[in-house]
């Protein structure tokens, strides 16, 4: 065997050993020198009593052994060095070196380093500690974490005594090692046969090799077991001691011989490992087998002992972590004693604990203060009745006695404290049980409060609600004032605004010079402007207090959005903006909801949008989101390139009166309520609405509201065949537009192409590229779109590319004509409408046209219509100019109605002729709008009575509800809208048709 490799395991295994010729000169030497020296110098060639120091006492023992007098003998040296769990000592080991002839040759010197422990009762003794049985107590947190050594979970000495208890009784060998084959124990009961093959290197070696492997297959299946060593013949052993299922150590046992005694393969081992056969012989067949039965046995004591060590080390594991945790309860609960007394000691409130009789236990500094006594622990034992006068200590005795008898705490007892001295003391007093761990009351805990100050509070207080429920009366006396004034204020200001916007719309129907046309168009546009005004102050009062009610009605989301458009695309092309809208695919159509509050907040932010954009464009976003079963949270968003907005204005931006500076006040005009009128709508939709903006970057208006789908969406198909897979060019040198465009495109299943570059267009074209259709713009900076159209027919691939023009300007004369001379697929104005450009698209393919929903009702005098449709209309107004201006317009209609100033005068009427209509005025003097029509329901019969429609200047919430209540059909609100008098007219035709029918 190599030597390094025999120094190994020397070293893994503390051993190390030497061999001498007769004179006692030392020839070989194996393991650490520093073992056999004390020093890492070689002694070869030295005598073995001058190399080994102390040695000479142990001569005599050796020359016994050069005789052939002593086998060997053993003694213990103590090492130079040192460890901390105990003190290093050397085991040596005396015994004869042996030829083949059996003829003693010299010394083998043979030193194994171990461990002492330091005696811990002796530690202990010193320290002056209680007598411990264990060197150390390891918790399980110490023991999981790390490499723990058997010798540190149990004193060694105690198991050696077992060791050589169980070898002695059972009459076999027996060590315990680490995990690693490393002994722990000193050899119990090692036979004569076992000296002899240990003393030879090689024999040594496979000794050594033999119980490794077989501590490591009880490491591995976790229980003991045992086999035939296949040198020597002996039955071998393993127990594994595992604790919590960590392996430990292990103990071995062997030097077994089941049944008969055969020397015959021992001597051939012998021979192979270089010991004397007949000396290795000898000493076995002297040896006596043992039964299976008795085997077996052993091997069942072996486990049982194996298993006990680690219940003992488990149990004591678990007792230094009881150990610990209850030392660990008792600084918790120290600690908490301690944060508790100083908790309460501190704390201006009067803290206390009683027995079932009512005896202090403890109290707090403050409590201490209140009985008059110096200490808290004055109060110990005694009572209320020893501190207090006796009706307030019969008093507190019988709140106790109550706690004791029903469970049920006192809390906030607010009593006067009669032993105060000065001013009046109040105190606020909460007492609660305290139970056992069988529920059963054994004291109180109380606490009692100063509480002066907060009834003194409390009594100003009262004295406040007073004066303010008088406060509160007054101002709803001033609001109920002032709802009054500003309903007689906009029946005021409507009535004359009436009869100005009114008669400037008849006298534009006359036939006037261009200077008298521009006046009158100055007068209704100054009209109309005023009459948002107006508006906007009676909108932001409602909301203000509170009055303005929503309404509820179906409505297309699309045809909502395009009307809006369609008020503004005018002003944008006039400065030259780019006004663009999508609505995602995803959107559902009809909603239920208030239209004219949606269209209004639109129409404020988008009219706000073109007037603060100088240059570049306006467009406007619909996003959606399913937030429940049938509700959706709408997302609107309008974003411009205008002026945009500073960080720090945008703070007031949505206060009411305000805009952003005086200079744009003064540039814009404006009364500032739009943005503010327009969040509290937001809100009352259940949303809100915000900007986010840079000074000279634009500005991005955002609002979202919550409406619920209509459950029947109209038949609306934007996904039609014709359409899938065809191949579009968008050119238009606005981005935006062509992002939208394209998104459109998408949602039908298109496959757009778009630049913003005409040349660019024309290249990809005349390089092959193939294209169902194209979309042109029409201002465009290097070519316009009737140009590039022109280029794009001169392309023989292109001759009969279908092709739609977009312009701002609206069709023109030149226009149409130059749709027939290019062959033009359509001429459509900005922003295009999705609908119309869908229709479009499918008429280009095959004709097609989708079932969209059209709405516009443009309303037109009709001079006929009073042919078409007779009806006697009897006109009830006090106010001259609102007659003339009733009366006009029912004449263009061609009808000509009679005129009374009030109510009495209508009675008179009503008596004198039959009317199928009558337009109705609220305020009148003698006789008002709600006592006549009350009085025509008293007097005329149902199948007889004419349909009565208010015309009147209210324009407060609440007011249609009370005309329809006072039994009037209809409510039109003044300024009088010419489509409003032709639907009630068209609704009294058919009333009146339906009476004939029935009387007929």
């Excluded at 040594?204 to 020597?232: D, F, P, W």
């Excluded at 006109?875 to 003339?884: F, L, M, R």
């Amino acid at each position: 065997m190599d030597s390094s490799i025999l120094n190994t395991v020397l070293n893994e295994n503390n051993l190390a050993f030497l061999v001498t010729n007769k004179n006692l000169i030392i020839k070989k030497e194996y393991g650490s020198k520093y073992q056999l020296y004390y020093r890492d110098s070689s002694c070869i060639g030295k005598s073995l009593l001058d190399a080994v120091p102390n040695l000479d006492s142990k001569k005599k023992k050796i020359e016994k052994i050069l005789a052939g007098e002593l086998v060997k003998f053993s003694f213990d040296s103590p090492s130079k060095r040192t460890n901390k769990t105990g003190n290093l000592y050397t085991q040596i080991t005396c015994m004869a070196n042996r030829d083949k002839t059996d003829k003693v040759t010299g010394i083998v010197y043979i030193v194994k380093e171990k461990i002492k422990k330091i005696s811990q009762n002796k530690i202990n003794r010193e320290n002056g500690y209680e007598q411990n049985k264990f060197p150390v107590q390891l918790t399980f947190r110490e023991f999981r974490d790390r490499n723990v050594k058997l010798d540190e979970l149990l004193l060694i000495s105690d198991l050696q005594e077992l060791q050589d208890s169980f070898a002695t009784v059972t009459n076999v060998a027996s060590i315990i090692t680490d995990i690693d084959g490393t002994p722990i124990t000193n050899p119990s009961n090692f036979s004569p046969v076992c000296n002899i093959i240990r003393n030879t290197e090689k024999g040594l070696e496979q000794c050594i090799m033999s119980n490794k492997k077989l501590g490591t297959r009880a490491h591995l299946h976790k229980r003991t077991v045992y086999e035939k060593c296949t040198n020597c013949g002996f039955i071998d052993a393993a127990a594994p001691i595992i604790v919590a299922g960590k392996h430990i150590a292990t103990w071995l046992m062997g030097q077994c011989i089941i049944n008969n005694v055969d020397s015959t393969g021992i001597k051939k081992y012998a021979q192979e490992i270089g010991a004397d056969p007949d000396e290795t012989a000898r000493a076995y067949e002297k040896m006596s087998g043992m039964s299976h039965v008795k085997f077996k046995n052993i091997l069942n004591l072996l486990k049982i002992i194996a298993q006990n060590i680690s219940i003992l080390i488990y149990n004591n594991l678990k007792l230094a972590d009881d150990v610990n945790e209850l030392n660990r309860t008792k600084e918790e609960l120290a600690n908490e004693k301690s944060q508790l007394q100083t908790l309460i000691d501190n704390i201006p409130d009067t803290i206390y604990i009683k027995d079932r009789n009512s005896r202090y236990l403890m109290i707090n500094i403050a409590m201490a203060h209140v009985l008059g006594i110096y200490s808290p622990q004055k109060a110990t034992g005694k009572t209320d009745f020893d501190f207090y006068d006796k009706n307030r200590a019969r008093e507190s005795l019988a709140d106790e006695q109550n706690i004791f008898n029903t469970g049920r705490p006192l809390i906030g007892k607010v009593e006067l404290d009669s032993q105060s001295v000065g001013s009046e003391k109040w105190i606020s007093t909460t007492k609660v049980p305290i139970t056992d761990k069988f529920g059963k009351i054994i004291g109180i805990v109380g606490i009692s409060r100063d509480i002066s100050k907060l009834k003194n509070t409390e009594q100003s207080l009262l004295k406040k609600y007073e004066q303010l429920d008088k406060a509160l009366i007054a101002a709803q006396e001033a609001t109920r004032a002032k709802s009054e004034f500003l309903a007689n204020m906009s029946h005021e200001i409507r009535t004359p605004m009436n009869g100005v916007i009114g008669m400037t719309g008849l006298l534009l129907n006359t036939k006037l010079s261009a200077e008298q046309k521009e006046y009158i168009e100055t007068i209704k546009t100054s009209g109309d402007s005023l009459m948002v005004i107006i508006n906007d102050i009676l909108d932001f009062s409602k909301i203000e207090s509170g009055k303005l009610d929503l309404e509820k009605h179906p409505f297309i989301l699309r045809q909502c959005v395009e009307e809006t458009l369609d008020i503004h695309s005018t002003n944008a092309f006039k400065k030259g903006l780019e006004l663009t809208y999508f609505i995602d695919p995803k959107t559902p159509e009809k909603f239920i909801g208030d239209v004219y509050r949606i269209q209004q907040v639109i129409n404020n932010l988008l009219n706000n949008a073109i007037k603060f954009t100088e240059k570049g464009e306006v467009v406007f976003y619909i996003k959606s989101k399913q937030i429940a079963d049938k509700t959706y949270e709408l997302l609107f968003t309008v974003k411009d390139t205008g002026i945009g907005i500073s960080q720090e204005r945008q703070k007031k931006l949505f206060e009411a009166f305000t805009q952003v500076d005086a200079s744009i006040t003064r540039k814009y005009g404006g009364t500032g309520l739009g943005l503010a009128i327009s969040k509290q709508l937001c809100e009352l939709m259940g949303g809100t609405l915000w900007v986010e903006s840079q000074e000279g970057k634009g500005s991005s208006f955002f609002f979202n509201i919550k409406l619920d789908v209509l459950d029947s969406q109209p038949e609306i198909d934007f996904h039609d065949y014709q359409l899938e897979n065809k191949h579009i060019l968008i050119v238009d040198d606005n981005a935006t537009n062509r992002k939208i465009l394209s998104l459109q495109a998408k949602s039908w299943k298109m496959y757009p192409k778009d630049t913003g570059s005409c040349k660019e267009a024309l290249e990809w074209i005349k390089n092959g590229k193939k294209f169902d259709v194209a979309i042109l713009d029409m201002m465009m900076p290097d070519m316009d779109g009737f140009t590039l159209a022109t280029k794009i027919r001169e392309m023989k691939d292109a001759e009969s590319l279908p092709l739609i023009i977009l312009t701002s300007m609206g069709y023109k004369r030149q226009d149409l004509k130059k749709l027939r001379e290019l062959e033009l697929a359509n001429i459509m104005t900005k922003p295009v409408k999705q609908s119309l450009l869908y229709n479009a698209l499918l008429r280009i393919f095959d004709g097609k046209i989708s079932l969209i929903p059209k709405k516009y009702n443009v309303s037109k005098l009709d001079p006929n219509m009073g042919l078409k449709l007779p009806l006697n209309i009897l006109i009830v107004e006090d106010n001259i100019i609102n007659q003339k201006l009733a009366s006009r317009l029912l004449n263009k209609l061609g009808y000509e109605a009679d005129v009374s100033s009030n109510g009495k005068e209508a009675m008179k009427a009503l008596k004198l002729k039959y009317y199928d209509l009558i337009l109705m005025d609220i305020q009148m003097p003698e006789m008002d709008g709600f006592e006549t029509t009350r009085l025509i329901h008293k007097r005329i019969p149902k199948n007889k009575r004419p349909r009565i429609v208010a015309m009147t200047a209210n324009a407060m919430d609440g007011d249609r509800e009370k005309c329809i209540n006072a039994g009037m059909d209809e409510y039109i609100s003044k300024p009088m809208q010419i489509d409003r008098l032709i639907t009630e007219l068209v609704k009294s035709s058919s009333k009146k048709n339906k009476l004939v029918e029935e009387n007929s």
